[in-house]
């Protein structure tokens, strides 16, 4: 594969012990079967990394790269840094510590073969805790039968995407984009890649409560209006329910004699007032749920520095996208 440029995007946070043999290992896959390579590390408001550990990782390994993002934007908003920096002709997003670096070659070659996007996806999650496991299956149903979206169940960070697939990528600047919801998105040519993740105990951070249930529904509100939608259902019904009660207590005022005084005042000005309720309610969710098509959002992320080792391209030649 001497012919194509490889970028690997790596976003870490306080990795720890775990930053310098992954670059190593990642490095030394890359050299071996690659002619043309970067590895972009995108830190992510690590405070644990000090300057000279990171000053000394880029003297040691030639074809890498750190971007410094000012603060912690997240390990989205990290690849995005990543993906917008990127140069190669395929590119691989990977979570040091958990996306093993000896199938990178596997992964780009899979690309080569026709697909633009190359989804890992983990065999098992034998690892996780059952909250995690069951919070994952409920997820990815949901976002098949109501979302509708192709989303592969058990999908990672662990991908590779043609230069095609990155530019159009790189044409969505909402900076709630999803890169898992994006695949499916754009309708490019995509194949799944099943793969055994490294042990959960390698990772810089383990995943939360709290963190899981924040993806799940940035994923969810971020790209669909789904949630909207089914609000302003149920407030069309609820002012459905509404209209046929008030039905109701004029049969009642008209056909019966007993009435009680002022029940049918009252009645009729409770369901007055739940119905425009609702409909407002509906017509709110309606209007809320474009916004997002209709107005962008600040950046997503912002670089403080960017510093680099030596790099192995050391001959003119264009970048390529496709073989002939």
């Not at 600047?173 to 042990?199: H, K, M, N, Q, W």
């Not at 039905?247 to 005022?253: F, K």
Request: hydrophobic share 50%.
């Amino acid at each position: 594969m001497a012919d194509v440029f490889v970028s690997v995007v790596a976003p870490v946070s306080d990795p720890g012990a775990l930053l310098a043999p992954f670059v190593a290992d990642t490095v030394g896959v890359l050299a071996r079967a690659f002619r043309h390579f970067e590895l972009i590390i995108v830190d992510d408001g690590s405070r644990a990394v000090t300057r000279a550990e990171w000053d000394a990782l880029l003297a040691r390994h030639d074809g890498v790269r750190v971007l410094h993002l000012s603060r912690e934007f997240g390990e989205e908003q990290a690849i995005a840094a990543g993906l917008d920096n990127a140069i190669g002709d395929f590119v691989v997003t990977m979570s040091p510590g958990a996306d093993p670096p000896t199938l990178i070659p596997e992964l780009v070659r899979r690309a080569r073969d026709g697909a633009d996007v190359v989804l890992g996806v983990r065999r098992s999650r034998a690892g996780d805790p059952w909250w995690l496991r069951a919070g994952a299956a409920l997820f990815y149903w949901y976002a098949r039968r109501m979302m509708r979206m192709d989303l592969p169940a058990n999908a990672t960070h662990f991908r590779c995407l043609s230069r095609q697939a990155l530019n159009a990528l790189n044409k969505l600047r909402e900076t709630g984009s999803r890169l898992r919801v994006f695949s499916s998105y754009i309708g490019y040519a995509s194949a799944s890649y099943p793969y055994d993740a490294v042990g959960e105990t390698r990772r810089s951070r383990s995943r939360t409560f709290g963190d899981a249930l924040a993806l799940a529904l940035a994923m969810v509100l971020d790209n669909t209006a789904h949630p909207l939608r089914l609000a302003s259902l149920l407030g069309v019904a609820a002012a459905l329910l509404n209209l046929g009660y008030a039905a109701y207590v004029l049969a009642v005022y008209a056909m019966r004699d007993d009435v009680a005084p002022g029940w049918a005042t009252m009645s009729l000005t409770s369901a007055a007032q739940f119905f425009f309720l609702a409909v407002i309610l509906a017509v709110l969710c309606e209007y809320v749920g474009r916004l997002p098509k209709r107005f962008g959002g600040d950046p997503g992320y912002y670089v403080r520095e960017e510093r680099a080792s030596a790099v192995l391209l050391r001959e003119d030649r264009p970048n390529v996208v496709r073989d002939p």
